[in-house]
């Protein structure tokens, strides 16, 4: 199964995919965010470029786990895509992945005028492998 992952920003959105077989998550590439119409189609033709099974969107829900503005634009983002194609549209929460993806591209001591270089495809990188182990876990439902 393969899946894309979406890290949507105010002004960047980071894609990456897994491999065919939905194991390892790769950066795709980052756009500029223009608008949800223009986002949404610029996603379904990167979903079908890579024959995906499955789109997941990053979602930042506040500490209380409640709706922020820039999960609301996710969700309508999502809503955009359901409207626009049969391939499953999945919302997942996306607590902290542009950290993540930096503290672990200084780990590996990448320099730093390249550090944010791309970091939203590598944020969304961070999400997917996330979610390809919670679904791989022994514990997933």
Known sequence: MRILAIDPGQQR????????????AFP???FPHRS???????ILALAEQNQVDLIIIGQA????QQPTLQ??????????????????VVLVDEFETTQTALTARKQMRVKTRKL???IDAYAA???????????TSPNHE
Request: hydrophobic content about 40%; overall charge neutral; aromatic content about 2%.
């Open 13 to 24: 959105i980071g894609v990456a995919i897994s491999d065919p077989s939905g194991k390892v």
């Open 28 to 30: 795709l590439t980052v």
């Open 36 to 42: 949800k119409g223009e986002d949404a189609l610029q």
């Open 61 to 64: 829900l506040g500490i209380d």
């Open 71 to 88: 999960s609301r634009r996710s969700t309508n983002l999502a809503k955009a895509l359901q409207a626009q194609t049969n391939i499953p």
């Open 116 to 118: 944010t270089q791309n």
């Open 125 to 135: 990188v961070v999400l997917l492998q996330a979610y390809i182990e919670n679904l």
